[in-house]
């Protein structure tokens, strides 16, 4: 069995650390804020200082990082990744982030023997904790086959996507998907509850027809309680459509639907949430229709 490293021990890496030692995975963990790794340690993962420790310990290193910054700096910074990585070793970064990056990063690895993986995920907190994330994956897929275990045991739906990149690219669709459903979903709750309609029935007959789906399933209990504990933060998917606008801009396609709900995330921002959960875009529809 393959020594696998884990940096970013956030809402989502922790989980999905944690459910590789469940397996019996050696892990070597190491997260900027140094707590979150020491409570992985009393479950028998070990502590490194820096990445580039991480990497001269294990043969495979996931990374789960709130974006492109954080994942350029953690691999190809000092004291990075890249630094401590040895010839045949691979690097799998699972952060929502940039698809030109992650093209980069896959070249700059190859060119130090070392192979690389971008393979970001969705599902949320509770797929992460569950084991139950969708993973999609770019770069070569005899690395893809090699990470197969690991992402099998940290997700349901593992899928081979192409290239370097690719894998960036997919959960950029993925992202515009769940904001414009989310923001669909607040649309509709609020006038059925301002029409007089109780919310859990509208949820309910939602989630049996055609406009059945898995935000209504994942985050129906935050839209009726209206307890916004992140999952998703506002702040996160926010980032994650910038990334997506960037690549649209790339590639020349037109986003405009996915433009104005990152602004709405941006005002959700500016109000002081954006650390709730990105279902809290209820909140906006609910306070513009007074």
């Not at 994942?218 to 994650?240: A, I, L, M, N």
Request: with cysteine; net charge negative; proline share 3%.
């Amino acid at each position: 069995m393959e020594k696998v490293g884990f940096v970013g021990l956030g809402i989502m890496g922790g989980a999905m650390a944690g459910n590789l030692l469940e397996v019996g995975h050696e892990i070597v963990v190491h997260n900027r804020t140094r707590t979150k790794a020491e409570h992985l340690s009393q479950h028998g993962a070990r502590v490194a200082a820096s990445p580039r420790e991480v990497a001269q310990r294990s043969d495979v290193v996931i990374t789960m990082l709130p974006g492109p910054p954080e994942v350029e700096e953690v691999v190809a910074g000092e004291g990075g990744l890249l630094e401590g990585a040895a010839e045949g070793s691979l690097i799998v970064d699972m952060s929502t982030s940039s698809p030109i990056l992650a093209r980069q990063l896959a070249h700059a690895a190859r060119e130090r023997g070392v192979g690389m993986l971008d393979a970001p995920v969705s599902g949320g907190d509770v797929g992460a904790r569950d084991g139950t994330l969708s993973i999609m994956v770019g770069g070569e897929e005899d690395d893809f086959e090699r990470a197969r275990p690991l992402f099998e045991v940290m997700g349901e739906t593992v899928v081979y996507v192409g290239g370097a990149g690719a894998g960036q690219v997919v959960k950029a669709c993925n992202q515009i998907v769940v904001a414009l459903v989310i923001e669909a979903v607040a649309e509709a709750l609020v006038l059925g509850s301002k029409a007089g309609v109780v919310p859990d029935r509208v949820v309910e007959v939602l989630s049996g027809g055609l406009a059945a789906n898995k935000v209504l399933e994942v985050k129906g209990e935050k839209f009726s309680s209206h307890e916004f504990t992140p999952g998703g933060k506002v702040e996160y998917h926010r980032k994650d459509l910038a990334i997506v606008l960037a690549a649209g801009r790339e590639y020349g396609v037109t986003l405009p639907v996915t433009a104005l709900v990152e602004q709405m995330f941006g005002v959700l921002e500016a109000k002081g949430r954006g650390g709730w959960d990105h279902s809290a875009l209820l909140t906006l529809i609910e306070e513009g229709s007074r």
